[in-house]
């Protein structure tokens, strides 16, 4: 798979592999080679997919495309958003006002109505549920933002929640840890929503080998462990001029 290994050339119109180009045809602008070996470019017929060899890889033109993700790309038509397979053609008839990717057999989309929701593999909603704002699954686990609270919870792939307790924002898990914020600031939280010390943050960074950046509200940076402990003071907040 020698795609794999490909780049995007300088000027944005094509793509090169081990300093040669691949192919003779010029584009608008390219896109990233995803699996299975398809890359979105433009030209003046419009926006598709392209092999290799630089030849389109259906007939089929679109006002966007975007890469392929678990064998499925978004698109976007004169009708809305959606998801097409390798051969172009559509996922299912429905249209959407935009389309993520699809992470783990999960996607999130965006209706016509403005809310979030993710569907499954098939094209079909995972659960009932619309949400104001609902992020990609990273390890079976994404951020929602419920629409009548504006509050942040962790679903799982069935649209459960995973510890029921709910935050002003929310990231997803990273080396077991999500970054989470309420009325007195930033910290990070475990898989049961559970804060790992009582400490408040102006902002935080996700774990990194057990260690993260975080600055309090007094402007100084920090590292702390994942119990919360001190491990290094590493600065003040420059003041602006």
């Not at 549920?129 to 942040?152: K, N």
């Not at 600031?185 to 260690?211: C, S």
Request: proline content about 3%; hydrophobic content about 35%.
């Amino acid at each position: 798979m020698t795609w794999r290994r490909s780049c995007i050339s300088p000027d944005g119109t094509h793509h090169v592999l081990d300093g040669r180009t691949m192919y003779a045809h010029r584009f608008l602008r390219v896109q990233k080679f995803h699996d299975p070996g398809l890359a979105p470019v433009a030209d003046a017929s419009g926006a598709f997919h392209i092999s290799v060899t630089g030849q389109a890889a259906y007939q089929e033109r679109f006002l966007q495309t975007w890469g392929f993700y678990e064998g499925r790309a978004a698109v976007q038509d004169d009708e809305g958003w959606f998801h097409v397979l390798a051969n172009g053609h559509s996922l299912t008839k429905d249209r959407f006002d935009w389309c993520g990717n699809f992470q783990g057999g999960r996607c999130a989309v965006r209706t016509v109505d403005k809310f979030y929701l993710h569907l499954t593999e098939s094209g079909t909603p995972a659960y009932s549920e619309r949400y104001l704002y609902a992020g990609d699954f990273r390890d079976r686990v994404a951020v929602v933002r419920c629409a009548a609270s504006g509050l942040c919870t962790h679903i799982d792939p069935d649209g459960r929640q995973l510890h029921g307790r709910w935050f002003v924002d929310l990231d997803v898990f990273h080396k077991g840890l999500a970054r989470a914020h309420d009325e007195a600031g930033w910290f990070h939280v475990d898989h049961l929503g559970k804060p790992i010390d009582t400490m408040r943050y102006a902002e935080v960074e996700p774990f990194y080998n057990g260690q993260a950046r975080v600055l309090t509200h007094g402007g100084e940076y920090q590292v702390i462990d994942e119990t919360g402990r001190l491990c290094a003071n590493v600065g003040r907040m420059p003041r602006q001029r």
